[in-house]
């Protein structure tokens, strides 16, 4: 089954709790998985909605969404707070979160939000079931339209977000609405890298050693079989001590295919040097030469392909202009252990990275606070 709108989201969610209709003493938290961060700990974010003194909590928007002519029926707030309620975060007790759901039938292709917000706005509704908006971000805080407000702190390891307008510290954020699409994609998830103790300024990424492994513990022959792919797009300086930086990885060549793509006539000879001395000493040597008139997009693929029909346990794609002076890097980048890693590069004494977190208008680099502190 497929869900195209919201009214899906509530049929389900009220088939789902009807086992709970009359469980006054059992607090439940609704969000849209995807795009939601747990920041604190359950019992922090319990203790904050029973200080609410309400039955149900929704997260705030600073827009209206469906109906912007709802809008005068919202109760009035400070100006420094968000008055619209979002239908995508909820925490409350499960016995009223049932009636609410159970309230009016409501189509798949319908809106959630839509749904909420009218039960919200009706005073006699809001009253009986004692819902409330969480205006002040105190629990959640609803990211699109409230990037500018918030700031990511460091106590320690743990790492957490203020909202600068109101002084609250959210212990979800939400990326509600068009979070998904640039450039509020990237600026949401900059600020998601670092919550939940992933990073602080204390410890660094504390992500980063979880689920390692070593290698210290295999045979060198057991080691994983690596893909390693050279892509030399056009002339490049230095490529000779690039590629000796290549040969002189710590890593049994037995265990590699190597693959190199040379689009440039210039570094036949260098390429051609390069595996004279050292072909017979990896797995195998694929080689695509400027007379096959490929592509380098087509090479890449071509490397994937590869490492797909030799089922290599790892694919490590290397461009010639870098050079790796650390041998120990590709056994440091398998012993992390992630699905996808790549390595911050820069040039020496020039504003230059590949590592960017944020992105304009138009899918190109922006400018961002992480940016800004290399």
């Known amino acids: 089954m497929t869900c195209t709108a ?19 003493d059992l607090v439940l938290i609704y969000t849209d998985s995807s795009d939601a961060v747990f920041i604190e700990r359950r019992k922090d974010i319990l203790s904050k909605f029973k200080s609410f003194d309400a039955k ?79 205006t002040k971000s105190e629990i959640f805080q609803s990211a699109v339209d409230n990037l500018e407000d918030i700031e990511v702190k460091y106590k320690g390891n743990h790492s957490y977000i203020v909202n600068k307008k109101t002084g609250s510290k959210p212990l979800i954020l939400y990326g509600n609405g068009p979070i998904k699409t640039l450039p509020y994609q990237a600026a949401f998830n900059r600020l998601a890298s670092d919550l939940a103790d992933e990073w602080t300024e204390t410890f660094g990424c504390a992500a980063c050693s979880r689920s390692a492994i070593s290698l210290k513990e295999l045979k060198k022959d057991d080691y994983p079989i690596v893909q390693l792919s050279v892509f030399i797009d056009q002339p490049t300086p230095f490529l000779v001590e690039g590629l000796k930086t290549i040969k002189d990885l710590d890593y049994p060549k037995k265990r590699i295919d190597f ?116």
């Open 6 to 24: 919201g009214g899906y989201k509530v049929n389900v969610l009220r088939d789902s709790l009807g086992e709970f209709t009359n469980r006054q």
């Open 56 to 134: 149900v909590v929704f997260a705030a928007d600073n827009f209206i969404w469906p109906d912007p002519k709802l809008k005068k029926q919202y109760p009035k707030v400070p100006q420094i707070e968000s008055r619209y309620l979002n239908g995508g975060a909820f925490i409350g007790y499960a016995k009223t979160i049932v009636e609410m759901l159970n309230y009016k039938k409501i189509n798949d292709m319908d809106d959630d939000q839509l749904y909420f917000t009218k039960i919200f706005i009706d005073k006699q509704l809001r009253e009986q079931w004692n819902i409330k908006i969480d």
């Open 259 to 374: 693959l190199v793509y040379n689009n440039a006539d210039y570094h036949e000879v260098d390429v051609e040097l390069f595996l004279s001395g050292c072909s017979d000493e990896y797995r195998s040597v694929t080689v695509i030469s400027p007379n096959d008139e490929m592509t380098g997009t087509a090479a890449r693929n071509s490397a994937i392909d590869q490492c797909l029909l030799t089922k290599c346990a790892y694919l490590f794609f290397v461009d010639g202009n870098v050079h790796l002076t650390d041998p120990e890097t590709l056994k440091d980048l398998i012993e992390q252990n992630r699905t996808i890693l790549a390595p911050m590069l820069s040039q020496h004494k020039n504003y230059w990275s590949n590592f960017w977190t944020g992105l304009n208008d138009h899918g190109y680099y922006g400018q961002t606070e992480d940016i800004n502190q290399l």
